[in-house]
């Protein structure tokens, strides 16, 4: 090949893969133009504080289901962040024992797992000895699958601190568990924090996992034994129905979790450099 | 030996804490067989060669959902490989050096959108938009087994278009970090060698081959048991189908839809045992992919400590 010829090939193939980033920009433009466009004109007041209305009547909104996504968000945290925390506390602190890196492993796996499965074992656990959906089991599905996130992030940011903390605590004689506690955890706590900020924004959007464990609710209700409602379940529910109003509201309830999650994750992400940039030798 | 004491005791209550992920995940399998047995009993193998689905005769044959969970997948792929290796090259070794943060968090935020808001935009605006391409199709064309069957818009294509699009930030994600380990002794051979940019990028990506195919496979994972957006827009009828324009099903999507309505009980363990693969073969991909991202990087940081320690520093920037 002549050295013309292979500089144009170069310079195609560099074209190609500009052109591979606008393909996958493309789409994401599309789908965020379409979720403000559709979802901002109908949102209003009425959509955070009213209840779903029955078929045929105008208005309502999906105040029961953001207060149930958050009520599943808060039991899926006080469930998954005491476990995964103190994981990957003990990952970062024993990162070198066997049975760390099963564990990591075994995460990793459980990361991996299709939420839909996750599903199911919530449900076999929580909904099928009771006979009854309930928020407890949609928080626990929820919780499943935030404890990866957070055991990794938690590592992960346990480790950036700095060695010389530990070691210094630990010539002053403190013990491992003092100086976990009353050193690195404390200089930890931002990233933590970020960790299940992170493994929020990604339970937030659920919608499979719920389907058959917290299930749905048209009415009222904060008791967390009884079946609630979700965004993510009610947006599926009304997208699938053939009326234009329902249609609407499903939009409407996009916006509202596209923002929630963007918000999580920026906050995240700034946080995470910060960090970053802090710990930085 | 009061602190030694008090260390052991620290160790084994911070890991009951880890062991519960451990018990997490060989509870999820067992779990979901003892929660099939049912169906498993009765069918045995059959169950994944019938192809017969019906719930009120009491006969299931899981076939064209696993056919629709691969096929869809595989077709996501041949989309997704190309664009997710496309970026990953060009966020790591063309883009101008202000422009990397910003484009690496921008593909990243398509894993960020949930499957759900991917799917209420498949049905309002991208199901009208494949309905019209596949009434442009020319006839000839739709006399070919891809394209055969009426122009519905929901459908296979559509449902292995919107997974693409859900998969690329997974796959170019970590075949950027792939790229990112290429020891950069690599490149600088192919130039001092008199290769042009691509060529020097053709050996990086030779280096990282392994690595970059791991990159993809786990897109696989996620496309296997990807759920809600595909639920939306395939169609939902089992059967098995080359096409691209017939509505088909999946594995997760009659998970979602049947589960609740499972009113007998070898209905709803034969659903089960829909998981219960679905969850063995997610676990074998994601376990390949992560064997091959890991034996490349493991080979790039060994070559690494042999190489000058500036060259380290460097990799670790």
């Known amino acids: 090949m002549s050295a013309r010829r292979r500089k144009t090939v170069s310079a195609i193939a560099e074209g190609l893969c500009a052109v591979a ?40 909104g999906m105040g029961n289901a953001i207060v149930g996504t958050l009520i599943l968000i808060g039991l899926a945290a006080l469930f998954a962040v005491p476990i995964g925390c103190i994981c990957g506390i003990h990952l970062a602190e024993y990162r070198d024992s066997r049975f760390s890196s099963v564990v990591r492993f075994a995460a990793d796996v459980l990361n991996g797992v299709p939420s839909i499965v996750i599903g199911i074992f919530a449900y076999g656990l929580a909904v099928l000895p009771v006979k009854r959906f309930s928020a407890m089991a949609g928080g ?6 935030m404890i990866p996130v957070v055991v990794r992030t938690t590592e992960e940011l346990v480790r950036l601190v700095p060695s010389g903390l530990r070691e210094g605590a630990l010539a002053l004689g403190a013990s491992r568990s003092r100086a ?11 990233g933590i924090l970020t960790g299940i900020l992170v493994a929020t ?9 719920l389907l058959f464990t917290s299930f749905n609710n048209r009415f009222w209700s904060t008791n967390i034994a009884q079946p609630i409602a979700s965004l993510t ?49 | 030996m009061r602190r030694s004491a008090d260390d052991r005791l620290f160790r084994l209550t911070t890991g ?17 067989t003892r929660q099939s047995m049912l169906s498993i009993q009765k069918f045995g193998w059959s169950f994944w060669t019938g192809r017969t689905w019906d719930p009120v005769a009491g006969e299931f044959g899981a076939l064209p959902f696993i056919w629709g969970t691969l096929y869809s997948s595989l077709l996501a792929l041949l989309l997704s490989a190309p664009i997710a290796l496309g970026i990953a090259i060009f966020i790591s070794e063309l883009s101008p050096r202000f422009l990397r ?24 605006v991208l199901v009208p938009i494949v309905r019209k391409l596949e009434l442009l199709t020319p006839e000839p064309l739709r006399r070919l087994p891809l394209f055969h069957g009426p122009p519905l818009g929901v459908g296979m294509g559509t449902a292995a278009l919107i997974l693409a699009v859900m998969v690329v930030p997974f796959s170019s994600s970590v075949a950027r970090e792939i790229l990112k380990n290429v020891p950069s002794a690599q490149r600088e051979a192919a130039y001092a060698l008199g290769a042009t940019r691509w060529e020097a990028i053709k050996v ?45 099903y999946t594995m997760a999507a009659v998970i979602a839809n049947e589960f609740t309505e499972a009113a007998d009980e070898l209905y709803l363990h034969a659903l089960i045992e829909i998981g219960l693969l679905l969850f063995v073969i997610t676990i074998v991909v994601n376990l390949a992919s992560r064997l091959l991202i890991w034996s490349t990087k493991k080979r790039a940081a060994e070559l690494v400590v042999l190489a000058s320690p500036a060259t380290k520093e460097e990799i670790a920037a």
Request: hydrophobic share 60%.
């Open chain 2, 204 to 248: 990086a990506i030779g280096y990282g081959k392994t690595g970059i195919i791991g990159a993809i496979m786990l897109g696989l994972g996620r496309a296997l048991g990807e759920t809600m957006a595909v639920t939306m827009v395939i169609g939902n009828n089992p059967q098995v189908s080359l096409s691209l324009f017939t509505p088909q």
């Open chain 1, 201 to 209: 924004a990604r339970v937030a959007g659920e919608t499979a996992p």
């Open chain 1, 21 to 60: 980033v606008i393909l996958a920009l493309l789409p994401l433009a599309f789908i965020l133009f379409y979720v403000v466009k559709q979802g901002a004109s109908a949102l209003n007041w009425a959509f955070f504080t009213s209840m779903p209305k029955p078929v045929g009547e105008p208005g309502g």
């Open chain 1, 140 to 145: 626990f599905a929820l919780g499943l699958l």
């Open chain 1, 180 to 190: 976990v506690f009353t050193v690195i955890v404390p200089a930890a706590l931002p």
């Open chain 2, 101 to 124: 943060q910003p484009l690496a968090y921008l593909t990243d935020l398509l894993a960020a959108i949930p499957s759900i808001v991917y799917g209420l935009w498949g049905i309002f």
């Open chain 2, 16 to 32: 009951a804490f880890a062991a519960m992920v451990l018990v997490i995940v060989v509870g999820i399998g067992i779990e979901l």
């Open chain 1, 233 to 281: 379940v009610q947006v599926f529910t009304y997208a699938i129905s053939p009326y234009d109003d329902w249609h609407r509201q499903a939009w409407a309830g996009a916006f509202l979790l596209v923002m929630i999650i963007l918000v999580l994750s920026i906050v995240a992400r700034l946080a995470v450099r910060r960090l970053e940039q802090m710990n930085r030798p």
